[in-house]
């Protein structure tokens, strides 16, 4: 089993940043490929970004492209999510996910472990 807990969420008006982080305890950190997902009011989960179990491989989804940057610290079990020129659209709970592989995917269906998540909220 894998325990992840979020933080670093908040109120932030549009264009402003925040970083996310996830600490992630019990089984072998590194052993997992990392994913954060979010998912709005009425809307469904959705893809933001993933990354590889020694981070040298990432992706993201278009919409944020340019804008987030997904990175792991293995010594620290922790990954994060470092959003910058945040959009009122971007506005959701955000929830970072792990895997039982080492290689990233944007699909949910294929993470194994799930943190509760942690609101982001951006002002127009």
């Known amino acids: 089993q894998v325990q992840l807990v979020e933080s670093g969420g908040g109120l932030v008006q549009a264009g402003g940043s925040l970083r996310l982080s996830c600490a992630a305890s019990?089984?072998?950190?590194?052993?997992?490929?990392m994913g954060w997902f979010r998912q709005a009011p009425g809307k469904e989960r959705e893809f933001v970004a993933t990354?590889?179990?020694?981070?040298?491989?990432?992706d993201y989804t278009d919409s944020v492209k340019g804008r987030f940057t997904i990175s792991r610290d293995n010594a620290k079990n922790t990954v994060y999510l470092q959003m910058n020129s945040l959009k009122p659209e971007d506005t959701a709970v955000y929830y970072c996910?792990?895997?039982?592989?080492?290689?990233?995917?944007?699909?949910?269906?294929?993470?194994?472990?799930w943190g509760q998540g942690t609101q982001v909220t951006v002002s127009a």
């Open positions: 990354i590889s179990w020694s981070g040298r491989s990432t």
């Open positions: 996910a792990a895997r039982d592989s080492a290689w990233g995917d944007s699909r949910l269906k294929e993470y194994n472990y």
């Open positions: 019990g089984r072998t950190f590194s052993n997992h490929a």
